[in-house]
């Protein structure tokens, strides 16, 4: 029987590290490695795996044969088996046969710290080399001032088998998709680009939220090279990269990480704690210290290895929660009685320290829906540690009363006033995301009352609402045009609405409003802080108007903001203003022909000692139907 020869990539201190949950660069030695031993070329595999009796690798290479090669287990119990295979390199498929201690179970895995795996539905890893010539140097010096909260964030959420698909339906490669993805978001002036998970999953109605490989991008679009290329395009082109990260719950796929090696090894082993009843897949053990640093080591990969630029954390309600989507009976309490999962909360804050600790200059951000306190508010003063959090309040709120018919409006105007009651506790994001245009939700457009006219206006204001409230922006792929069905997975966005005045006016206002919003630093200087916004007026139900001012450092940039949320134009409509010796100008006017408008003029008079709304001067506007006019 051919040996696997004695060898180890990891020293006592990563043993120590491990076992400790603080080696956070796993990568580096879990998986499997290609390379010379002695003068002969191979590949190193090293799989966790404690419970097991025997581990041995097992492929085309060795006809699958569990006796051909089996791995050597460390003696500091740390339950890492380990061993050098010559003559096996990149290309080769594989798994991990795991002959258990426990009850006698027998596994066949694919490698949790795989590069590359095999085209679902089939299910091996595949060794790789991860070699690439990065050509983004420009972007990743000088990042910080493209990631940091005073800076515009302006977010274009893309699904990669959804955005655009060839003539046969078939989908993109990674190339393909860098030559189309990285001209139209440049074009339309978004500063980041969201994936969708792209790390290996095996289903493709999950959208990819239950993830196989956490350390490959999906082999559907090509190879993690094409994926690199990818990222290195959208650099150079100077657009971010986040990617959604799962750290949530993982599926119970017999080749993936539950019952790794016939034990509960990722997972809870209690499943009040270690099953999610709503995607019916299993919760990492957030206290084992081995399963943090897999997650961690995951997480500092893509931003070490892919030049990722932030992280968008999914599901972090169903994470701090011991109760969460659970009946009475369901749970158990932490030690303190209550309903707060301890365990993953400390890990949030490790993860967070550890990666702003390491990358100072990426941003991390919670999908999170409940009003727990200090999601983004730094480990150091007790908070959760992200970057930023998802404003769902807001979304809900905000479509709530745009799906209202323009008269009844005025008795829903604290719809749209109430986020400003909240909005600087946290750094908010405010999302139009994947899971508002699905599940017979209707897309964003058709969720808007009255004629074809009406929607396409109620569209264009709410995302002019979107882009002068206090925050960072998220708009999933397709609102940007007005697409008319709701997201489908399985086919490409409909492009041919483009051709359409009323598609093309909506895409052309996101476009502008993205400019403006990079040009006015009054909109994003101070998007967290309550010293950035000021009402002029929220009160005026009955003409449905709000009135407001955005502020930056230098109050000589103030912008204005004026929005009818009725198809009736307000003429003469006076507004007060702060003291100012300039005249006033119009930014952008929603109405405006060129955005598929009505093309009413906003007009504004000169600058009278009229005192109103408290101010001591004033102005008389002309605010035209569903509109957003902007001003300086």
Known sequence: MPQVTVFSLFTEFDINLFKSGKHFRLYEKLGSHTMELNGVKGTYFAVWAPSARSVSVIGNFNGWNDDEHRLNVRWDASGIWEGFIPDVGVGEIYKYKVYSNNHGAVTEKADPFARYCEHPPRTASIIW?????????????????????DTPFSVYEVHLGSWKRNADGDFLSYNEIAEDLVAYVKDMGFTHVEFMPIMEYPYDPSWGYQL???????SRFGDPSGFKLLVDKLHQAGVGVILDWVPSHFPEDAHGLGFFDGSHLYEH??????YHPDWKSLIFNYGRNEVRAFLISNALFWLDQYHVDGLRVDAVASMLYLDYSREEGEWEPNMYGNNENLEALSFIREFNEAVYGNYPDVQTIAEESTAFAGVSKPVMYGGLGFGMKWMMGWMHDTLEYFKKEPVYRKYHQNDLTFSMTYAFTENFMLPLSHDEVVYGKQSLVYRMPGDEWQRFANLRLMFGYMFTHPGTNLIFMGGEFGQTSEWNFQQSLEWHLTE??????????????NKVYKEYPALYEKQFSPDGFQWIDYGDHENSVLTYIRRGHDTKNDVFIACNFTPTPREKYRVGIPKTSGEMKVILNSDDKKYGGSGTRSTISSIEKIAWHGREQSVELTIPPLAIVIFQ
């Open 212 to 218: 196989t490989g956490y350390f490959a991008p999906t």
């Open 500 to 513: 359409y005045e009323v598609h093309s006016g909506v895409q052309n206002l996101v476009k502008a409003l």
């Open 129 to 149: 080399n991860a070699e690439y010539e990065w050509k983004d140097k420009r972007w990743m010096e000088n990042r910080t001032g493209k990631n940091s909260l």
């Open 269 to 274: 082993p209690d499943r009040r704690r270690g």
